[in-house]
């Protein structure tokens, strides 16, 4: 994970000794970026000072330093939760036990920001500014050494759908929503990126470590209703390429140019991909390929959750047997990462919620031992990172999260 490595801070002053290094203060190209020292003049062959490369050079400082763990294990966090009293007793949670890090909505899934932007900056009406006082936040996750990592949910959007139709996919002339009433914006709209990317900018100007990207996709079951709906391909509509090529091309274009736009800030970028992607070549009606989308990220994150599987690996009921079904998962991730040239880091979400609507009787109960027995089991297959889902932000107690 090269971002890592990057350097943070740039040096600056007067180098004593028989050398003087001239320094001249530089604009970054972004919009809001800071001014920082930058090492300049004719190329001096120093022995024992190694300049920093020409990418590290342009690393963006927010002031904050985060240290990587030893491995992330990580809840997630609504923008709510953030900006109210549940984060006391969730840092608590974090403080006391061997859990390192947060994934915080900055942009949720109906497209809400959930931090608090200028009165006049674009986003001001997408904002609904759960989080008040952002900077405050990660100044407290910087002093109790907790890893923050920004949670950017791209393609499911009905904020944005909304507003502008034109980006979104249409139907008898109206916005088209899934059984859910959610709508989603075109992967095929580059201005669709950008919009996210700089939300992206954003979150990693606060001190931010790693941008995760979610719903990189098109909508569930897409392929089978696209001849329905009135949408744009923008630059991919004359391509040689047949639709379900076309869609994954698109959400893997994002991806590169996700991570290319935030090199500048030094911060590592991470998608979440629905883990029977990796059991497949391609998710046709969604656009995700999982090698290709691997080979872009710095970090994977498989949602592997043991109640999203129907029978799979030879497993009936996977929710009833949480270590059997993410150990069978971690072995087939493992064999497709390890053809990959530029392997990611592995961190899949994993359950700590009980799934009813599987059952018509008594739901299986998660808590303690079906939490240990996912970690125990990605441990046992060498995936030594994780986060932990819960839609409310209730964890389950007692957890040993090193088994």
Do not use: C
Not at 97 to 109: G, P, Q, S
Not at 189 to 210: Q, S, T
């Amino acid at each position: 994970m090269g971002n890592k490595k990057f350097m943070r801070k740039f040096i600056s002053g007067v180098l004593l000794f028989s050398l003087v290094l001239p320094l001249h203060n530089v604009h970054a190209e972004q919009n809001s970026a800071k001014k920082m020292s930058l090492l300049t003049g004719k190329e001096i062959a120093l022995t024992k000072l190694e300049l920093p490369s020409p990418a590290a050079r342009y690393v963006y400082d927010s002031g904050l330093d985060f240290t990587y763990p030893d491995a992330i294990r990580g809840i997630y966090v609504t923008g709510p939760s953030a900006g109210g009293q549940k984060m006391n007793e969730l840092t608590r949670l974090v403080d006391d036990t061997d859990l390192n890090a947060m994934v915080i909505d900055i942009k949720e899934d109906n497209g809400d920001i959930t931090i608090n932007v200028d009165k006049d900056s674009k986003y001001a009406d997408m904002a609904e500014n759960y989080i008040d006082n952002p900077e405050k936040l990660l100044k407290t996750l910087e002093e109790k050494g907790i890893y923050p990592i920004a949670r950017v949910v791209v393609f499911k959007d009905s904020r944005l759908a909304k507003k502008r139709p034109d980006l979104s996919y249409t139907q008898n002339g109206k916005v088209w929503t899934n059984g859910k009433g959610e709508a989603f914006v075109n992967p095929f709209m580059k201005e669709v990126w950008e919009y996210n990317v700089d939300i992206a900018k954003l979150a990693a100007e606060l001190g931010f470590k790693e941008i995760q990207f979610d719903y990189v996709r098109f909508p569930e079951g897409f392929g089978n209703r696209d001849h329905e709906l009135t949408y744009k391909q923008g630059d991919y509509q004359d391509l040689e390429l047949n639709d379900v090529e076309k869609r994954v091309t698109a959400v893997t274009d994002f991806v590169k140019y996700a991570r290319e736009q935030l090199k500048y800030y030094g911060v590592d970028v991470s998608v979440d991909i629905f883990g029977y992607s990796a059991t497949i070549p391609a998710a046709p009606n969604i656009g995700q390929n999982f090698s290709k989308i691997s080979s872009n990220v710095d970090v994977i994150s498989s949602m592997i959750y043991p109640s999203h599987w129907g029978p799979y690996f030879n497993i009936p009921k996977p929710d009833t047997e949480p270590y059997k079904l993410v150990s069978a998962y971690a072995k087939v991730e493992n064999e497709v990462l390890s053809k990959l040239e530029n392997k990611p880091t592995s961190r899949p979400w994993i359950q700590d919620f009980e799934a009813p609507w599987l059952y018509s009787g008594a739901t299986k109960q998660y808590g303690k031992t079906e939490v240990e027995a996912q970690i125990r089991a990605l441990n046992e297959n060498g995936i030594n990172e994780f986060l932990i889902w819960n839609a409310g932000n209730n964890y389950t107690e007692n957890v040993d999260y090193t088994p």
